[in-house]
């Protein structure tokens, strides 16, 4: 089942639509448009078993010296065909792990970032490896400005953390977070993850335990989608100690409970916030949004991309750029844009994007536009009777048991797919 980061979803991407199309959305920005930036550093110190991002590890510091030059080339070659018309609202860094590179180097990206794009003080995100964190890093992201960080915890489990290739005791994290905390940044992130191997509905408790004792401002409870068939790394992973599928929904369930009934505001279907967070107040406005960094509040509808991999989003297109970083820094080096791949959207390709944002968003959603669909009507009175889904209306709604399926629903707006089967369910 697609993330619904976007739709049409990334699976439907085309070689059709690469760097003229990324030149014409570029140029098409009107003055003024508010734009969101994100940079990809597709390197990590250590590689996890479990991950299934573009990214590589950081061994030889010249090929990381060499992948930094060509983000620079990319991001100089986008301000050109820009040409200030863009309102610099957001940064994020993510990867792989952006504190994989020095931090002179990462406060120099920051720098030409705010100067190329005209920033005035962007909100600016990162996310970090504790395994490679360290004091320099705490202060190199205080001085850059870094308004929120996001950590990737995953467990607190020992036996979890050596099953995925991931072993950082709960004592690393307290001191990233207080070495963080004292230099003002207080905008902290925890990534964690359901469905791990040998993971039970006890050590999952254990490990909110120790989250709710460090409250961190945000918590993303992912479940862990196991595919070596796509991901090798991944391979290193004992596929007969995953939990199985009901034991999955039941450890999402616990961690729904446990995180809401500690004064955290749940956001779309795995996200959760403290009530003042931004993202928390965004949720009570009615204006969470979703993109290819999950729920947000960012209200841009143009997000701009850099690196290999990294994807850019317009009102009218997708496009990725080239995944493989040496082809990559290739293609950037000869003075071109990196897009590669994607999509161009219309008007019943946008509709039914907002109807599938509403719905992760606020579990609500105007659905008119399946009337005329014979499957999609099918599929929903399946999802009616198992009251996953109210109708009220023209609008359909999650009920608390739908919640865990909020992406299978979402699938009735998706046209690319075919009709909810029998095994959808336990997708």
């Known amino acids: 089942m697609p993330r619904y980061t976007s739709y049409p979803p990334a699976t439907l991407f085309t070689e059709e639509v690469g760097a003229e199309s990324q030149a014409r959305a570029l140029n098409s920005v009107a003055s003024g448009t508010p734009i969101s930036l994100y940079a990809h550093i597709p390197y990590c110190q250590s590689i996890c078993w479990y991950c299934g991002c573009n990214t590589g590890a950081a061994g030889r510091t010249q090929r990381l010296h060499a992948y930094l030059e060509a983000l620079e080339a990319e991001m100089t070659l986008v301000a ?46 990162v996310e970090i490896d504790p395994r490679a964190f360290s004091l320099e890093w705490a202060m190199t992201l205080a001085v850059a400005q870094v308004s929120r960080v996001s950590f990737g915890v995953q467990s607190f489990d020992p036996e979890i953390q050596a099953a995925i290739g991931r072993i950082q005791p709960v004592e690393m994290i307290e001191t990233c977070m207080a070495s963080l905390r004292a230099r003002g940044i207080r905008a ?54 995953l939990p199985g599928v009901e034991a999955r929904f039941e450890q999402a369930a616990i961690g729904y409970e446990r995180l809401v009934s500690d004064g955290y505001v749940p956001i779309g279907f795995d996200h959760f916030a403290l009530p003042d967070d931004p993202i928390a107040i965004a949720a009570a406005e009615g204006k969470v949004r979703r993109n290819f960094q999950g729920f947000t509040e960012d209200q841009s509808d143009v997000l701009i991309g850099f690196g290999a991999s990294a994807i850019s989003q317009f009102p009218d297109a997708i496009i990725q750029n080239e995944k493989n970083p040496g082809n990559y820094r290739q293609i950037v080096g000869a003075h071109q844009l990196a897009g590669r791949r994607g999509l161009t959207l219309n008007g019943e390709d946008r509709l039914r994007a907002k109807r599938i944002e509403q719905l992760l968003c606020t579990g609500r959603a105007e659905a008119s536009c399946l009337s005329d669909d014979i499957a999609a009507m099918a599929s929903l009175r399946q999802l009616l009777e198992r009251k996953l889904v109210v109708q009220d209306g023209n609008d359909i709604e999650l009920t608390d048991a739908g919640r865990p ?23």
């Open 188 to 241: 902290i992130n925890f990534d964690l993850m359901y469905g791990l191997p040998y993971q039970t509905n006890e050590s999952l408790l254990t490990t909110l335990d120790h989250v709710l004792r460090m409250r961190p401002s945000r918590v993303a409870l992912f479940g862990y989608a196991h595919l070596p068939h796509v991901f090798p790394r991944q391979k290193r992973i004992d596929g007969a100690a």
């Open 405 to 427: 399926y909020a992406r299978v629903v979402a699938a009735l707006f998706d046209t690319t797919l075919p009709a909810l089967g029998a095994g959808s369910l336990a997708a």
């Open 80 to 125: 050109k065909l820009l040409g200030g018309r863009g309102r610099l609202q957001r940064i994020a860094f993510g990867g792989g792990s952006p504190n994989a590179i020095e931090p002179i180097a990462f406060v120099r990206l920051v720098d030409r970032l705010v100067t190329m794009f005209a920033g005035n003080n962007p909100d600016i995100s």
